[in-house]
């Protein structure tokens, strides 16, 4: 019997599986959260359709990806509101309107471009904690190292 699903492998190696931490840290720095390798992204936001190591195919389920925009809108609204509250916190009581305004419309459109690669690779890392992978998504050889 190969030992190719993870019911059929020994309970110790199944502990080696990674861990909610482990997959979320993955996911932080934009690399498959099943088995780490990075370079996912071609040309920054084109990502693969499969981890190139593993095999995993990143869009689990159709739908996938709203979690991911969803996660992105989050921080880059976030980081506006930090952004405006310091700033107005700073600049009290003579607020520069028009470079406050100006600041932060770029902010708007900066963030939540180079919060992309990260939002998908992160999503799909708590998406995986939430719905464990199952025996015919990855190289369980690459994943249990
Ligand atoms: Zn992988």
Redesign the pocket.
């Known amino acids: 019997m190969t030992a190719d699903r993870p019911a059929d492998r020994d309970p110790g190696e199944m502990g080696r599986l990674p861990s909610t931490g482990r997959l979320l840290g993955r996911g932080l720095v934009a690399a498959?959260?099943?088995?780490?390798?990075r370079r996912q992204f071609r040309y920054f936001v084109k990502m693969n359709e499969r981890?190139?190591?593993?095999?995993?195919l990143f869009e689990r389920i159709e739908g996938h990806w709203i979690g991911a925009i969803g996660l992105n809108t989050i921080v880059s609204f976030g980081v506006l509101v930090l952004s405006m509250s310091i700033s107005f916190v700073v600049t009290f009581p003579d607020f520069p309107v028009v470079p406050l305004m100006i600041g932060h419309a770029a902010l708007a459109v900066v963030v939540p471009v180079l919060f992309f690669p990260v939002s998908r690779t992160l999503w799909t890392a708590i998406d995986i904690a939430m719905r464990p992978l199952e025996p015919h998504e990855?190289d369980w050889s690459?994943?249990l190292r």
């Open positions: 498959c959260p099943a088995c780490g390798a981890c190139h190591r593993c095999g995993l990855v690459v994943v």
